[in-house]
């Protein structure tokens, strides 16, 4: 049985020599890393599509940054963890993750289009095969079985890499045991291989959208809104599923205010609706890409000034040791004393509140 797409595979990159090919100059750094010969890293994988969006000359490009590996990956610092989400000790089947009572994520491959410079799920991502068809069935029966789950993630590696086929029978095994189950298919697709959004992938998920199949991707820059992206975006909103962006602070990439104000603007402008804004999770070599918490506050302090509620995500950064995401906004809530409490607005204007509690219903 065909398991991973054709369109997709069909469009890799995973020489030097092709991006040398296409006037990509690399950096010592870069060099290094391909002159390497053990990776602790994910394997290097482009799409064309998203490498014709690097700038050739820029060595800073964000789409570079992302995508083409650098020997910076290789400096591993004592505070990162191989599973940084302490995924593994939360599995109850194989391949399913329940870290919260009412959701569960379910890792449907380590395949990826373009294996992120900054993946978080370095274990899996280039690692993991598609699931057998004995792992799906136990975790579609786990779910039966607990009905206190109302939501089940759809994850990876990327849950479109796999074949058409090989993806409407996943969602269809755990609907035929939860047919009331929200699902959520987490994907970079969108962002780096937009054709692979075709009309057939279109009419499986519009056919599972019911009750609710929300689609959630990966923008981290604006220059990753393309038109072909918006298409792809648009497209699974035209058919009934609603679509969401996490975005990964990436130190070089994004970490300014005016670059994601650009992008959560650009995203609520094609109907994707901006959820998490993310602190990067602590995985080995990833220090280059690293903000610092105070640095990340002070953005996410400007962005609250600049942008509609609608335009702007929270801010959550997941805690070591799989203990689930804090949501990190400033409450408001300067302090309390009984039921009169100090509040203060985005402008730093603060006011009193007296809480007048609630009445007896008549
Ligand atoms: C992030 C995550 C979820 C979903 O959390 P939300 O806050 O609802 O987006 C569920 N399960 C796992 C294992 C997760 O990492
Ligand atoms: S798409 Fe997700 S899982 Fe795949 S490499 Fe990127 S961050 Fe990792």
Known sequence: MERESDSV??????????????????????????????????????TRYYASL????????????????????????PHELEDPLGEADHSPVPRLIRRYPARALFITTGSCAVYCRHCFRRSIAGAAAPPTDAEILAAAEYIGKHPEITELLLSGGDPLMLSDERLEGIIRSFREQRPDLVLRICTRVPVVQPARVTPSVLAILAACRNPALYVVT?????????????????ALVDCGIPVLNQTVL????????????????????????????????????????????????????????????????????DLPGGEGKVVLADSGIVSRKGSRYL???QEGYSCHYTDPGESDRV
């Open 218 to 234: 990966q923008f981290n820059h604006p220059a990753e809104v393309t038109e072909e992206s918006r298409t792809a975006v648009k």
């Open 9 to 46: 595979v069909s469009q890799w990159i995973n020489s030097r020599n092709y991006l040398e090919t296409a006037g990509i100059v690399l950096t010592a750094e870069e060099q290094a890393w391909f002159s390497a010969d053990t990776h602790s890293g994910p394997p290097f994988r482009v």
């Open 343 to 345: 509040l203060r607005n």
């Open 54 to 77: 690097i700038r050739e000359a820029d060595p800073a490009d964000p789409i570079r940054l992302q995508s083409i590996p650098s020997i910076l990956e290789e400096q591993l610092n």
């Open 250 to 317: 990436l130190r070089g990439v994004n970490d300014s205010a005016d670059c994601l104000q650009q992008l959560f603007e650009s995203l609520v402008a094609v109907r994707a609706i901006p959820y998490y804004l993310f602190q990067l999770d602590l995985a080995p070599g990833t220090a280059h890409f690293r903000v610092s918490l105070e640095r990340t506050r002070e953005i996410y302090r400007e962005l609250q000034k600049r942008l509609s509620r609608l335009a702007l995500p929270d801010l959550s950064v």
